[in-house]
């Protein structure tokens, strides 16, 4: 069956290292994406990519860096740089075009630095 | 930017009561989605809607797509329906609402 996978589900980091959070999808899709969510907001987006060797910046990119080597992975770094990494993220993908087409949401990373 | 807005943003029920958690948008979209994320848990897709209305178990989602307007029916409510319950919506990329947290109480 087809879909995204986002591993690990729960992860601890001690400050100050860099951590990656993958996001794998088997479903042919386009474009993916990179959400953020702390308590009592909206996810935000952190980075999207609609194609190969291509991505974006999104809202609160700041101390956070990604890869599109594939299509099927879009994983997500961490960095020392980003001040409140403890957070819960939320991975995404979708067909680039027709926009009102399948689009899938991983079960998401909770990431805890102490 | 879409601006996506939730109600209520807390919601207690008793155990059989019919639900509504209702979301607005600010811009015309191609497509709805309607997650659940119980807590610590993950996130669940429910539905995707560009138009009318689907309906899985008890669960029934509705989008006029005029009045940039969704809503999320539970019918016989169960304690494990207790959960956030998040609207998101795709313009370019995906904007979320700050969910509605829902307690049902047996």
């Known amino acids: 069956d087809g879909g995204i996978t986002q591993s690990p589900k729960y992860l601890f980091r001690k400050e100050g290292q860099n951590v990656t959070l993958s996001c794998e999808q088997n479903?042919?899709?386009?474009?993916m994406y990179w959400y953020r969510q702390d308590p009592g907001q909206g996810l935000r987006l952190i980075y999207y990519?609609?194609?190969?060797?291509?991505?974006q910046k999104g809202d609160i990119a700041e101390g956070y860096s990604v890869s599109r080597e594939k299509k099927e992975s879009f994983p997500l770094t961490v960095t020392s740089a980003q001040k409140n990494p403890t957070a819960f993220y939320l991975c995404?993908?979708?067909?680039?075009?027709?926009?009102?087409?399948?689009?899938?949401f991983g079960q998401g990373t909770r990431l805890t630095v102490v | 930017k879409n601006e996506v807005e939730q109600s209520p943003q807390n919601l207690t029920a008793q155990e059989g009561e019919f639900i509504t958690i209702n979301c607005s948008y600010s811009v015309g979209i191609s497509a709805l989605h309607w997650l659940q994320q119980h807590p610590g848990g993950g996130i669940v897709s429910l539905f995707m809607l560009s138009s009318g209305k689907k309906k899985h178990g008890r669960l029934i989602a509705t989008i006029n797509i005029q009045e940039k307007h969704s809503s999320l029916h539970i019918t016989a409510s169960h304690p494990r329906d207790s959960a956030v319950y998040i609207c998101?919506?795709?313009?370019?990329?995906?904007?979320f609402g700050t969910g509605t947290s829902l307690t049902v109480i047996p």
């Open positions: 998101a919506v795709r313009y370019n990329q995906f904007y």
């Open positions: 990519s609609q194609i190969v060797n291509d991505f």
């Open positions: 995404a993908s979708s067909t680039g075009q027709p926009m009102n087409t399948e689009a899938f």
């Open positions: 479903l042919n899709h386009d474009a």
